[in-house]
């Protein structure tokens, strides 16, 4: 009977863990649908309005650091209560006021809404390392297939909101999923207690191997930050998610006008061209566990979904005319390749000190490269007056993410 409780539990957890993932990133797409109308009426010009679209992808990388010390000073299951208050303030404060005082609220929220997702960020690959060991690669893949699904419904849902309620009603309406994630979460965490409450003595931490009972020790050498800092898988691991990050925003930001420019096709159908590369990241997310499942070596799933992201700059380059192909393949690489890494570095941790660590310095070096994507990507194509040169930079960033994944997979015993 306690072990069907516990599975109950678990199986609680992991969804109470989803519903939260949805708010990891409609807060953030939520806004480009209504951009136009947010930059009209809080009066911003084209630099200001750009920097309240990059902002969180800056706190992803700068709040890191201080995310994994919060995580570990008031446990996990407290830092997701942290983030989904966060993720409703900011939300709120983003879409208050006026004039002066719109635009004000408008940065001051984006930046609560960057700090309280990039919590986010770090602590559920923590919760997934510690609470499901035996089904780290499911609960990862589940994880970013809600993060990716939760895109897609920003994106389609916001603009026929603004419809109705005006661009702030629209953006503040997705505070009320943050809302019931938080009383699903404060509902199923009430019975689970959390065994990484560290008030007296911040830097222990448990051992995944001990599971959600493990008990807290002392900090080992390794667990600290210069002891992660001193492990190659690190850093493997950080080149891998930076490669990863920089294509993924490159082709975000620049994939319509490459095409209109490549193809000569329609503003709308090369707006259009974003769904498949957001929409299939879901499948994604479920093939490589599904693989995984089948006992494929990681290795393998690394191979092909480095092939895949590789694939889409290349056949640009050789075979423009498949774009849809192309942009549909990365589509799948990108959510595959999430769950890759994020599995890894489950994998490669003994114990959660080292996870969020870990967690932490990969997230922070990747997205500090990814808010220089869109710049660098514009850069190379202003000064070459075309997109071959571009595509050869996002092609250098799948090689490198491939190459790193290829270190990474090898045996523990070659890199640590």
Do not use: K
Request: glycine share 10%; net charge positive.
């Amino acid at each position: 009977m306690s072990n069907i409780r516990a599975a109950a539990g678990g199986s609680a957890l992991l969804v109470a863990v989803l519903v939260f993932a949805l708010n990891l990133r409609t807060p953030i797409t939520s806004l480009p649908p209504v951009l136009a109308d947010a930059a009209t009426g809080l009066g911003l010009d084209q630099t200001l309005t750009g920097l309240l679209v990059g902002i969180p992808a800056l706190c992803f990388s700068v709040v890191a650091p201080a995310a994994s010390t919060l995580i570990a000073r008031i446990g996990p299951y407290a830092a997701v209560t942290v983030a989904l208050v966060g993720v409703i303030a900011g939300t709120l404060i983003r879409s208050a006021g006026s004039g002066t005082v719109g635009v004000v609220a408008a940065f001051t929220g984006t930046v609560v809404l960057g700090a309280a997702i990039t919590v986010g960020n770090v602590v559920v690959p923590v919760i997934i390392a510690r609470d499901f060991p035996a089904r780290t690669a499911l609960a990862t893949g589940l994880y970013s297939s809600v993060m990716n699904l939760g895109s897609v419904f920003a994106t389609s849902l916001t603009a026929p909101f603004a419809a109705l309620l005006g661009w702030q009603g629209a953006v503040a309406s997705w505070s009320l999923v943050a809302v019931v994630a938080l009383a699903v979460w404060l509902i199923t965490t009430r019975r689970l207690s959390d065994p990484q409450v560290t008030r007296v003595t911040p830097a222990s931490d448990i051992s995944l191997h001990d599971g959600v009972a493990g008990a807290a020790r002392a900090e080992r050498p390794d667990e600290t930050w210069g002891g992660v800092l001193r492990r190659p898988i690190t850093w493997v691991l950080s080149v891998a998610f930076a490669g990863q990050s920089f294509s993924y925003f490159a082709v975000t930001g620049w994939l319509p006008e490459l095409l209109r420019d490549l193809l000569d096709v329609s503003v709308t159908t090369a707006g259009n061209a974003a769904a498949p590369f957001q929409g299939l990241a879901i499948a994604g997310s479920v093939l490589v566990p599904l693989v995984l499942a089948a006992r494929v070596p990681m290795r393998a799933a690394a191979i092909a979904m480095g092939l895949l992201w590789a694939g889409l700059p290349a056949g640009l380059l050789l075979a423009p005319e498949w774009w849809l192909l192309w942009v549909s393949l990365a589509g799948i690489a990108q959510g595959g390749n999430f769950v890759v890494i994020f599995t890894i570095v489950a994998q490669r941790c003994r114990t959660v000190a080292q996870t969020r660590r870990t967690v932490a310095t990969v997230q922070t070096f990747g997205y500090a490269v990814a808010a220089t994507a869109p710049a660098v990507i514009g850069a190379v194509h202003a000064a070459s007056g075309g997109w071959t040169a571009a595509l050869l930079v996002m092609f250098g960033s799948t090689l490198a993410l491939g190459s790193a994944e290829l270190i990474a997979t090898r045996r523990p015993r070659y890199i640590r």
